[in-house]
Structure formats: C-alpha cells, structure tokens
C-alpha cells in the first residue's frame, strides 16, 4: 500500500479551526486590516496547528484569479508617472498586496480609454484594478469581467465602489479660516476641470463665497507648482486688490508662493495663501503652509484591501479632511 498524503491546510481550514470569517482569517496572515486581539490569536494559533502556508500567488492562478493589482492612473499623458500622489496610492497597494504574494503594477490611461481596459480586463495575470483620477467614460468603459473586482479612488457607480477624500469639507474649513482671519477677496487656483472630483471643492467654494456676499474669482489649474505659480500671477492681473488665494492642491500653493515672491508679494502679509493636501513639503515650506488634510496612504489602502478580498464596499467611502492652519494664512 502506498503512503496516504495528507492534503496542505487551506484558508478556509484555518477559518473554520479558529472560529472566525475567511476574511478575517486572510487579514491576520496577510498582515494588513482590522482584527480583533483575540481573532489573531485564534487565527495564529490555528495556522501553526494546520501547518498552514500562504501560496496566494500559486493559488491565483490556478483559480485564474491573477497575480497583479494594477493602479490605472487617467491622465491628459504619461507624466502622471511623476506626480507624488499615485506614488503614495502604489506603496500603499503594495504592502496591502504584498503579504498575499500579488503584485502592483501602474498604466496611464488615457482620457479615451475604452481599448486599455478591455486589453486589462482580458489580462489573466490581473486579479484586480484601483482606478485613480476615475471619469464617468472610465467607468462605463469598466469590462463585465473585472467588475467586483474594481475600485475607484474618485467616483464611482452602482458597480465600482468610490472611496475619496472629502475634498469639499476640507475645502470649505480653509475657505472659513480665511474668512475668519478677515480676508474678503478669496480667489481660487483649480485642479484640473476635466476631473470630476476635482470639481467638488470648485463647487463648494462658489457656495461659501455667495452666501458671504463676496466676489468669485476662479482661476483654472492642473495641481502642478508650475501652473500654480502662472495662475498666481493671473489673479494679481486680474484682481489686483486680491487678499487671499486657495489652491486646490499643496504643490499649486507652493507655487503660487513662490511666484508671488518673486513679484514683491509677502505672504501672508499681502497676499495669504492655503492648499489642501498636507504633503510633507506644507509644514517645512516658508512660510509653512496653511492646508487641510489628504489620508491618501489610508484611502488606496481601503480601497486596495476591499479588491483583494473580493467584498461588497459601500458605494462611497469618504474620508474626512480637517484643517492645518500654518503661518501662510
């Protein structure tokens, strides 16, 4: 008679040995998420028990479940590459994949995407997708097949869940700083208008300024120092009696800070300027930055972690943004 072979423990074994949910299981040995102290005792002890291994990868597949999450970044073009922020959305995603053995990879798309996702959601080594800077064209361009397996770190739909920071909350608490340190001609730089949530803080910034009574003066930008710095001096043009300015992004301010420097404006005394996003940069800058704040690290990790265990997120999951007043207004 041969030897019997004895069957490698799965995650489902450990599950059900420790009393709790698969996915609860999956987050104690993956490393990554909420559990109780007590689950990842169970969980622990269970896993040692069984003799359990981890092989996501190998188990990928063969399910033809995929190996890789890929961040899908829309952008006008590949410079996207280069921003700080989809840096922060990959290395977020890689520690949540990381312990599962799955990869992260990153593809720019472009704002008519339809032919890239369906080339990604024909891709077998794709287990799942975060869609970052999402449109509507983007979501309605989302394959049958990777749906349940996508979410969007901007809007969403009734079939890829959003999850987003509050940009308007955070928008309207520096706008009412402002407001409250006396400034009166609050003009704004913008992000980019083609994206949609970009457009929140937009909106609430025209609402503040109407209920105050006070004048509207938008100025259109893409998030980049560069163009902040263009745009700052547009609104000096333009509105020369210009006391305050919000930029929807902390490298716009920067930016504008700089190029007001370099016209003889002092900031705050002149000119007070606030961003939104607290980067590294807003509290090391000089004058360091008033702004509000962007959990970025905590959003692609929600978003990241809802893909890879395959759950029904809620359709929205907005984080809030709160204030971070500095010497810059």
Do not use: K
Request: with cysteine; net charge neutral; glycine share 10%.
């Amino acid at each position: 008679m041969g030897t019997p072979t004895t069957r490698p423990a799965t995650l489902d074994d450990v599950a059900r040995a420790a009393g709790v949910s698969r996915a609860t299981a999956s987050r104690v040995l993956g490393g990554y998420g909420f559990a109780s102290p007590d689950a990842r005792d169970r969980v622990t002890a269970a896993a040692e028990r069984l003799g359990y291994v981890p092989n996501t990868a190998a188990r990928a597949l063969v399910r033809g479940g995929g190996v890789r999450l890929v961040v899908a970044v829309v952008g006008r073009d590949d410079t996207l590459y280069d921003d700080p922020y989809v840096d922060r959305v990959v290395s977020a995603a890689a520690r949540v994949c990381a312990p599962h053995g799955v990869g992260v990879s990153l593809e720019w798309l472009s704002r008519q995407v339809p032919s890239d996702l369906r080339r990604l959601g024909e891709d077998r080594s794709v287990c799942g997708m975060l869609l970052v800077n999402t449109t509507q064209p983007v979501l309605d361009a989302v394959p049958a097949g990777l749906r349940g397996r996508v979410a969007s770190i901007g809007i969403g739909s009734p079939t890829v869940p959003s999850f987003d920071v509050d940009n308007a909350g955070g928008a309207a608490e520096v706008l009412r700083h402002l407001y409250a340190r006396g400034h009166r001609r609050i003009a704004m730089v913008t992000g980019p208008r083609w994206l949609t949530c970009a457009e929140r803080s937009v909106t609430a910034y025209r609402s503040l300024m109407r209920a105050a009574g006070l004048p509207e003066r938008v100025v259109t930008g893409d998030f980049t120092a560069a163009r902040g710095g263009r745009a700052a001096l547009e609104v000096l043009d333009r509105w020369p009696d210009t006391d305050a300015i919000y930029a929807a992004s902390d490298a716009t301010a920067l930016g504008a800070i700089a190029a007001l420097r370099g016209r003889g404006v002092e900031v705050p005394h002149d000119v007070a300027v606030a961003g939104f996003d607290d980067i590294p940069y807003a509290a090391v800058s000089s004058p360091a930055l008033t702004t509000a704040t962007h959990p970025v690290a905590r959003i692609a990790t929600a978003a990241a972690t809802a893909v890879l265990e395959e759950r029904h997120a809620p359709p929205v999951t907005a984080f809030p943004s709160t204030l971070v007043a500095r010497e810059s207004a």
